[in-house]
């Protein structure tokens, strides 16, 4: 059971023993054998979204997330405390977190949802397990409680930063629970995310090629059910008639999810055909084609179309446009990533240039959607983690 101690206030109090720095090397240390212990083969095989974890929990990794903390202006000093809110439907996202976090300094507690499973158990089994220096267990806190309203608000009252993960509903909630005037959110709310396929640059790819990239765009799609933010959704063939693109495509993806072994229950088939017929019935799609419970292949009559929601796991709307500019007035501040295979550097950074900061805060290839960055929608996750001090002689 965890326990905190009130100040006179009713803010939670740590006594000063428990000071840490950035970059403390306690902390470091602890992010290393829990790196360690999630990049065990055993462990990547069971759960391969907790190899990519572990490989950003490395030494290495940590000192350059250090270095990015580092400022020539200014002293850098932890924030303080944190209180984080992770989504139950991506359940590494809260370690990525808590841990730039931790690396900054910062005392944390870190709400872990109750219908979190499979990989946050393991997480949380190898936190248990790591034999840390005591001042770790004194403030670092991973913490599962219910509908407690008098928890959530105690521990927003001690916070300095609060970070917010699930969705618009979610943020909207949490917020109704005041933070002290020097304190403030870090949100993360809905997001939608799409994938752009170059019609010529597929044809032009070698089958390797081909492979590899449709081996990346399942693993963005399917690690997750393709509930994560920054997993693809629309396909958006660009550059020239692409049907028989997305047919070599769809082909291709159905023989790596066999070989993955990874499946879709019947009821979730069930609902992805509930959800195609209703993007039919309102005029979205003009096609539906349902090769088998795994994927659901729709075309979109338009751009404009293209559902922002979460229609099921291996739902794939597509729509054709000629060229990257061509989405630009499609995208909004709610677009996250645009994963993308064929392009040229140059048609990649037309597209961003042109977007202009309105909408889609990465572009990443195929197989790079999920991999989690100290920059992250729109933010430097290290310098939001920290405070700085301008010193002036």
């Known amino acids: 059971m965890i326990t905190f101690r009130f100040g006179a206030e009713g803010d939670l109090t740590a006594p000063s023993e428990d000071r840490l720095t950035v970059g403390d090397p306690r902390v470091v240390e602890f992010l290393a054998k829990l790196a360690r212990k999630l990049l065990a083969p055993a462990v990547a095989r069971r759960h391969p979204e907790l190899g990519s974890l572990g490989y950003f929990l490395r030494p290495a990794e940590l000192s350059r997330a250090v270095e990015r903390m580092a400022r020539q202006d ?194 979730m088939a069930v609902e992805k055909r509930v959800n195609a017929y209703g993007l039919a019935a309102t005029g979205a799609a003009s096609a539906l084609d349902f090769p088998d419970n795994r994927i659901t292949a729709v075309t979109l009559t338009g751009t404009g179309d293209a559902p922002r929601r979460w229609i099921g796991a291996g739902a794939f709307p597509f729509a054709e446009v000629d060229s990257l500019l061509d989405l630009v007035p499609a995208m909004n501040r709610q677009d996250q990533t645009v994963s993308h295979f064929g392009f040229t550097p140059s048609e990649l950074r037309a597209f961003a240039t042109e977007l202009g900061g309105r909408g889609v805060d990465r572009i990443v290839p195929f197989g790079s959607a999920l991999t989690f960055g100290a920059l992250w929608d729109g933010y430097d996750l290290p310098s939001e983690f920290t405070r700085l001090t301008t010193l002036l002689t």
């Open 74 to 267: 200014a002293l850098v000093f932890p924030r303080g405390n944190v209180f984080h809110v992770p989504p139950a439907n991506v359940d590494t996202i809260f370690v990525y977190s808590w841990a730039l976090s931790a690396l900054a300094g910062n005392h944390n507690v870190v709400r872990v949802s109750s219908r979190s499973a499979g990989a946050a158990e393991v997480i949380l089994d190898a936190l248990n397990e790591i034999d840390a220096d005591p001042v770790i267990g004194r403030t670092q806190r991973m913490v599962t409680y219910g509908r407690d309203d008098a928890v959530t608000g105690a521990l927003s009252r001690w916070c300095d930063l609060r970070v917010i993960w699930g969705g618009d509903a979610a943020v909207n909630s949490i917020r109704t629970f005041p933070l002290r005037p020097s304190a403030r959110d870090l949100t993360f709310p809905d997001r939608t995310s799409w994938a752009v396929l170059s019609v010529p640059g597929w044809r032009a790819a070698d089958p390797a090629a081909r492979r590899t990239a449709v081996v990346g765009f399942a693993n963005d799609a399917y690690w997750f059910d393709q509930a994560a933010c920054s997993s693809p959704r629309t396909v958006f063939l660009v550059g020239g008639d692409g049907a028989q693109v997305r047919a070599e495509f769809l082909e291709l993806l159905l023989d790596v999810v066999d070989q993955r072994g990874w499946t879709v229950d019947a009821a």
